[in-house]
T-cell receptor, first 112, second 114 residues
Framework: DVKVTQSSRYLVKRTGEKVFLECVQD?????MFWYRQDPGLGLRLIYF???????EKGDIPEGYSVSREKKERFSLILESASTNQTSMYLC???????????FGPGTRLTVL | QKEVEQNSGPLSVPEGAIASLNCTYS??????FFWYRQYSGKSPELIMS????GDKEDGRFTAQLNKASQYVSLLIRDSQPSDSATYLC??????????????FGKGTHLIIQP
C-alpha cells in the first residue's frame, strides 16, 4: 500500500512565523503535490514537483514555497504565516501516467 | 478556466438503494477522472478511476464517463450507512506538460439513511 505521511496532524502558529510542513512517501513516487482544503472552496493545488529539486506552481502559490531535496520528501514552507493561511493542508503523491494520487492524513494549520 | 462542477447536496438516499453522484468538467481534452471519498476530518481516499468512455465497475461502485458530454458519474449500489461521506470528483486537466495536479469539484455530501 502507498503510504504518505505528514509531520503533524494539528499545528498552531502565530502571524509572521515561518512554518514548515513536511510530507514523506514510501513508494518511490516521482510526483508530489501540496493542496489546501477550505470549506466552500474545495481542494486547491498550491505547488507540485515531478522530480528532485524541481517544482511547479499550482493554482494558488502566493505566500508559499516548496523544497524537494530528496525524492521521498516534499516540504511546504509558509515564509511569513498569515491568518488567511489557516486551512487543512494535504500532501499527495503518484507515479505513472494516469495521475492516481494518494493523500496523506493532512495537517490542520491554525494561524493566530 | 479549469472547472469541475458537482451538486453540493446533501443527497439523501435510503439504505440499500442506489446513490447517483454526478460531475461535469470544463476542459474537453481531460484524460483522467477520479472519485474520492472523504469522511469528516479525514483526507480524501481514492475509490475509482476511469480513463475511457463507458462504465467501469468495482464491487458496489460503478464509474461512468461520457467525454462528449464532459460528464462523469459514480453509482453506489446497495448503499450502506458507512457510505455516508463527501464524494469528490477530480479531473486531470493537462495544460501542456508535466505532472499537473488534479482539479477537484467541491464535493457532494451523501447521507445514507438507515
Amino acid at each position: 500500500d502507498v503510504k504518505v505521511t505528514q509531520s503533524s496532524r494539528y499545528l498552531v502558529k502565530r502571524t509572521g512565523e515561518k512554518v514548515f510542513l513536511e510530507c514523506v512517501q514510501d513508494m518511490d513516487h516521482e510526483n508530489m503535490f501540496w493542496y489546501r482544503q477550505d470549506p466552500g472552496l474545495g481542494l486547491r493545488l498550491i505547488y507540485f514537483s515531478y522530480d528532485v529539486k524541481m517544482k511547479e506552481k499550482g493554482d494558488i502559490p502566493e505566500g508559499y514555497s516548496v523544497s524537494r531535496e530528496k525524492k521521498e520528501r516534499f516540504s511546504l514552507i509558509l515564509e511569513s504565516a498569515s491568518t488567511n493561511q489557516t486551512s487543512m493542508y494535504l500532501c499527495a503523491s503518484h507515479s505513472g501516467s494516469y495521475n492516481e494520487q494518494f493523500f496523506g492524513p493532512g495537517t490542520r494549520l491554525t494561524v493566530l | 478556466q479549469k472547472e469541475v462542477e458537482q451538486n453540493s447536496g446533501p443527497l439523501s438516499v435510503p439504505e440499500g438503494a442506489i446513490a447517483s453522484l454526478n460531475c461535469t468538467y470544463s476542459d474537453r481534452v481531460s484524460q483522467s477522472f477520479f472519485w474520492y471519498r472523504q469522511y469528516s476530518g479525514k483526507s480524501p481516499e481514492l475509490i475509482m478511476s476511469i480513463y475511457s468512455n463507458g462504465d467501469k465497475e468495482d464491487g458496489r461502485f460503478t464509474a461512468q464517463l461520457n467525454k462528449a458530454s464532459q460528464y462523469v458519474s459514480l453509482l453506489i449500489r446497495d448503499s450502506q450507512p458507512s457510505d455516508s461521506a463527501t464524494y469528490l470528483c477530480a479531473v486531470n486537466m493537462f495544460s501542456g506538460g508535466g505532472a499537473d495536479g488534479l482539479t477537484f469539484g467541491k464535493g457532494t455530501h451523501l447521507i445514507i439513511q438507515p
